[in-house]
């Protein structure tokens, strides 16, 4: 996976070499103000993140999103559902 400061430096080497921002943008798949933008050091939106291959962020606090979780299980019901006895005989986590 690629980083930030990967795509920016080879935005500014293509630039160098003369490339246009609309050559570098079709090559990349974003924008040309995209492409400016990420030059200039700013974070990408999350689609953009996603089309250059870096960590999808938060735009505001610049904070990578937490991995999505599994949805909690209900406790069976004491008596009633199957395996009740396993689950409230089982060891607790300090």
Not at 37 to 58: D, F, M, T, W
Not at 60 to 65: G, Q
Not at 67 to 72: D, H, I, Q, V
Not at 76 to 83: E, F, K, L, T
């Given at each position: 996976?690629?980083t930030?400061?990967k795509?920016s430096?080879?935005?500014?080497?293509?630039?160098?070499?003369?490339?246009?921002?609309?050559?570098?943008?079709?090559?990349?798949?974003?924008?040309k103000?995209?492409?400016r933008?990420?030059?200039?050091?700013?974070?990408?939106?999350?689609?953009?993140?996603?089309?250059?291959?870096?960590?999808?962020?938060?735009t505001?606090?610049?904070?990578?999103?937490p991995?999505?979780?599994?949805?909690?299980v209900?406790?069976?019901?004491?008596?009633?559902?199957?395996?009740?006895?396993e689950?409230?005989t089982r060891?607790?986590?300090?």
């Open positions: 996976m690629q930030m400061s795509v430096k080879s935005i500014r080497k293509a630039r160098r070499k003369g490339f246009s921002y609309d050559l570098i943008s079709k090559d990349l798949g974003i924008s103000p995209a492409v933008r990420v030059e200039q050091g700013h974070y990408p939106s999350k689609e953009n993140a996603e089309r250059l291959g870096i960590p999808v962020r938060c505001t606090c610049k904070r990578k999103f991995k999505p979780k599994s949805p909690r209900k406790p069976p019901r004491i008596g009633r559902d199957a395996g009740w006895i689950y409230c060891k607790v986590k300090k």
